[in-house]
């Protein structure tokens, strides 16, 4: 049986301890429910803290790296995809999760909800900017769902992968 992919994505450098602190539990959440961990791969920001979340609860991760190597691997990676691409992964990162959440926000972060509103994939906003969060439900109302922490994060993906698989 195929095993359902939840990519977390958010900002590397920029990300706030908000977003370290929410990324990590979402990592730690998504591998207590047996789900495979899908990110940017990178040992940065929400990146490395999701991958770090979910293997302190034994899960699996899989990053999708923007370079020709892996050298910029988060050491919690376990599957690492080097694509040579840059920001062009972004649409890999999308196109291979099942439930998509947008842990914090960055040009990178919004690039990859706009491809994902684009396929009319749903993407769960977890973040505390209200600019971002009236931006995207603008553009697709029906596409955003607002998560106020990771619990109800992980309680928006079950309700979505009910009504999707």
Known sequence: ??????GVMGPGVNA??????NAYQLG????????VLLTGGRNQGVMDAASKGAKAANGLTVGILPS???TTASEAVDIAIVTDLGNARNNINVLSSD???????????ASEIALALKVNKKVILL???ENSKFFFQNLAKNQILIAENPVSAIELVTKLLLETL
Do not use: F, H, P, Y
């Open 28 to 35: 730690k959440l998504i591998a207590q429910a047996g789900w």
């Open 16 to 21: 706030t301890d908000l977003d370290l602190e």
């Open 1 to 6: 049986m195929r095993k359902i992919i939840i």
């Open 99 to 109: 439930v998509i959440i947008a842990c914090g926000m960055g040009a990178g972060t």
């Open 127 to 129: 973040n505390n900017d």
């Open 68 to 70: 020709s190597n892996n």
